[in-house]
């Protein structure tokens, strides 16, 4: 049975599945013959919730209206612990994805594509950002189950863009030929740049030995399609400043320019995506105020003067994830790029400039990073640890309680237990220090937990201590004193328990296993 991949996308989402006996992606949404994305817009109104291609075209004309409610580039809300309010209701964040899963659920089981291909629709690998943290993965799990959806297990965005190039881009016919195709790639560092709707991610990448590693990340967060969506609404919005401005007080204009705000991002992405073909564009959002309206010829070179420091910034990135990784732009042996902001003319070129013939971009981009998950779900391919996770000892060496290899984000929770004696208990406080790194060489620190013990100098205290990797890549670390005076009586459970969390662990992918 083939199996499911999900980009769920600040701007776009997609199922995709594919069938390793036939090599063949199976799409449910079009555009014509032409496989489409979906629109994650979701639009309240008249006590209905409309997601897609609808929601996304009535923005400019209902945007500011009284009784229409839109949310755009809601997985950058994922982090956030307060909800959003939709016509005084407080709607969590992952309530409004689940509207978009439902949505593209429906679309699959409605047009029977799912069943005909024998695609399980309710089971699926989902892709994150390498920036999502422990939080929103757990959200957007959460926004799974409640459309009936069980995640498989959660793979980073640049693994399932390698993956997915190479098995679209008609290199073999058969699934093993192009899995040969990508172990060819042993020991080559491959450079990622995803530049999508919300964060732009840049990963360097290592394969070795039937594994892909990152080696080195960068990102930037809030400036990427969306960003260049605000840059073109406020150029438009100075324009309409700079003829009608002096109309009317500072605290009107604010209100006019609130009220339109939606409309005019909107008008503003389409004329970013037409200036990716065109020369120019008209920016026009009708009835602004008074049967004014704002409509501004906006040329190529007016948009890249726009997102000139951005460009920059973004290149800057791109020195930083190779310098952790301890490479220069000379090591990099391929680039690829995915995403709906890299379709834009000078992003393309700055990259180029930079690394020349070994830059390919995908025709389809918006489909890259699904396929790539729908690959890595029929194939059973999962993420694993790149680096031990350790505690500090009191002299300084590192002993693994999670060794570099282990599997994780899978049915089963990778758990462990350790006893520890605190041998310096002066202060009353054992100090455990979880760090990250191979062998003996710590590269950073996780978390520093500090446990009550026993505060007595002629005796060492017992700690006990319990670890998790759980299936949202959470590291849960408790420790307890098997000693100390605790709530009732001084035993195991009683003790008072410590505990951390850490939601960014450095994880790989596996594609032998």
Not at 120 to 141: C, E, H, S, W, Y
Request: charged share 25%.
């Amino acid at each position: 049975m083939a199996k499911l991949g999900i980009d769920f996308g600040t701007t776009n989402s997609i199922f995709v599945a594919y069938d390793k006996k036939t090599n063949q992606f199976t799409y449910f949404n079009f555009s014509g013959d032409r496989p489409e994305p979906i629109s994650s817009t979701v639009w309240y109104h008249d006590n209905l919730i409309e997601v897609g291609k609808v929601a996304r075209e009535n923005i400019n004309t209902f945007a500011g209206v009284d009784g229409h409610h839109f949310e755009k580039s809601i997985k950058s809300k994922l982090i956030h612990e307060y909800g959003v309010n939709v016509f005084g209701n407080i709607v969590q964040p992952y309530m409004i994805v689940a509207e978009i899963l439902r949505h593209v659920k429906r679309i699959a089981v409605d047009d029977w594509a799912a069943v005909q291909a024998g695609v399980d629709i309710n089971k699926a690998i989902f892709t994150v950002p390498i920036n999502f943290n422990g939080i929103q993965r757990n959200a957007l799990r959460n926004a799974a189950r409640e459309v009936g959806i069980e995640v498989i297990t959660f793979i980073h965005e640049p693994f399932a863009a390698i993956v997915g190039y190479y098995f679209t881009k008609g290199i073999a016919t058969t699934t093993g030929e192009i899995i040969s195709e990508i172990h060819k790639l042993n020991g080559k560092f491959l450079l990622t740049f995803d530049w999508g709707g919300g964060t732009l991610d840049i990963t360097v990448i290592k394969v070795e030995n039937g594994k892909m590693i990152e080696v080195g990340t960068s990102e930037l967060t809030g400036k990427a399609g969306d960003k260049f969506d605000e840059d073109i609404a406020n150029w438009a919005w100075v324009k309409f400043l700079n003829k009608y401005g002096t109309k009317y007080n500072s605290a009107v204009l604010e209100q006019i320019r609130k009220d339109k705000w939606d409309a005019m991002l909107a008008r503003a992405e389409r004329c970013k995506i037409l200036l990716s073909t065109n020369e120019s564009t008209n920016f026009l959002v009708s009835n602004i105020v008074d049967n004014l309206h704002i409509s501004e010829q906006i040329t190529r070179k007016d948009f890249r003067h726009l997102i000139e420091d951005t460009l920059i910034e973004a290149v800057n990135e791109i020195d930083k994830a190779i310098k952790e990784a301890q490479l220069g732009d000379v090591n990099i042996d391929h680039v690829l790029l995915t995403g709906g902001t890299c379709y834009i003319p000078v992003v393309q070129e700055k990259i180029i400039e930079k690394f020349g013939h070994r830059v390919s971009s995908v025709r389809d981009a918006e489909l890259l990073i699904a396929q790539g998950a729908a690959v890595i779900a029929e194939m059973g391919w999962l993420p694993f640890l790149t680096k031990d996770i350790s505690l500090q000892l009191s002299d300084d060496s590192l002993y693994p309680i999670f060794e570099n290899g282990t599997n994780i984000a899978v049915e089963a929770n990778a758990m462990k237990s350790e006893d520890l004696v605190c041998t310096d208990n002066r202060g009353g406080d054992a100090k455990i220090i979880i760090v990250e790194g191979n062998g003996q060489r710590k590269d950073r620190n996780l978390a520093i937990l500090k446990v009550p013990v026993l505060n007595h100098s002629r005796f060492n205290d017992d700690i006990k201590l319990d670890a998790v990797i759980d299936q949202d890549i959470i590291l849960k670390i408790s420790a307890r004193s098997l000693h100390v005076q605790g709530f009732r009586r001084p035993d195991d459970e009683y003790s008072i328990v410590k505990s951390v969390e850490v939601h960014q662990l450095s994880f790989g992918l596996d594609f032998i296993k």
